[in-house]
């Protein structure tokens, strides 16, 4: 089935997916859909299922390396208004699954508001944060999800309640579906205090991350009480370079793509740094990013 036939004003062909992900490398969608409503999202899954077309979510792109020759089947992004949408009342907020982590983080600290502040400098959306658990040194998202609505890998849009979502380091029991909106219970805090929390978080991430203007992402996750920055430290990897990849000499858990990279030059600067730490000091690195 040609899904661009079927739904000739969402879906579109070869799309470039490097610019929309963080290391601006990698290849094309066949397929690329920017759905307009939940009906338009249900309508999308349940084709490609009947025809046996993969696909995939893409949210901030912050968590992804693409292939350089491209994505098979149908990616699809939360990118219009109807995902992106910001409800309050009282301490609770509910968060369209595609509204940028910055944006979140802004409006329910502009209504006085607190825990969301945790993911300050974290990219991103909400979807993508949930379905990680996204967060640092300051706490992660999961506690303070109440519920989220979701739609199945069959295509059929469920809410499901704290008592169903079970969240680890950098994970959660979301991964079988696309968040599109999720609540979470939130407390009231003096605004100034909040605002001077925030600029700290803020302060100490930007001193670990790679410079703004970087092609940067965040692949090795840190082993259960361990550093994964130590690890590759200890291997003696900081700033090694694969092509035109290269570790940052910032913090070695971010992999820049200099300028001329390519998706092969990323993962063989991965597969180099797994099989070296392991080869040094016995650890299994795990990824933090997805490869595609």
């Not at 519920?147 to 309640?161: A, M």
């Not at 599109?180 to 205090?193: F, G, K, Q, R, T």
């Not at 070296?276 to 000091?281: A, K, L, M, N």
Request: net charge negative.
């Amino acid at each position: 089935m040609d899904l661009a036939s079927q739904f000739p004003s969402l879906v579109s062909k070869q799309v470039p997916l490097g610019e929309l992900s963080c290391f601006r490398v990698g290849g094309s969608a066949e397929m690329f859909a920017r759905p307009r409503t939940r009906e338009d999202l249900v309508a999308l899954i349940k084709a490609s299922n009947a025809a046996g077309i993969p696909w995939k979510v893409l949210g901030g792109g912050s968590n992804i390396l693409i292939p350089d020759e491209g994505v098979a089947g149908l990616v699809i992004e939360l990118s219009d208004p109807t995902f992106q949408k910001v409800s309050i009342d009282k301490t609770r907020a509910t968060l369209g699954g595609g509204l940028s982590l910055a944006d979140a983080i802004s409006t329910t600290c502009q209504a006085g508001l607190s825990g969301l502040e945790v993911l300050v400098g974290v990219p991103g959306t909400v979807g993508g944060a949930i379905c990680k658990n996204a967060g640092g040194k300051s706490g992660d998202i999961g506690p303070f999800v109440h519920s989220v609505e979701l739609v199945d890998s069959t295509g059929s849009i469920e809410t499901r309640p704290r008592s169903l979502l079970r969240f680890g380091y950098r994970s959660s029991n979301l991964d079988d579906g696309i968040i599109i909106s999720a609540a979470v219970d939130l407390l009231h805090e003096n605004p100034d205090d909040l605002v001077r929390r925030i600029k700290k978080i803020w302060i100490e991430r930007q001193g670990h991350q790679p410079d703004p203007t970087e092609n940067a992402g965040y692949v090795f996750r840190n082993p259960r009480g361990m550093s994964a920055a130590e690890l590759i430290d200890k291997a003696g990897l900081r700033g090694t370079k694969v092509g035109k990849a290269e570790l940052s000499h910032r913090d070695p858990c971010y992999i820049v793509a200099l300028p001329g990279a390519s998706s092969r030059d990323v993962r063989q600067l991965i597969e180099l740094v797994l099989a070296r730490v392991e080869e040094e000091t016995t650890f299994q690195l795990e990824l933090q990013v997805d490869l595609w």
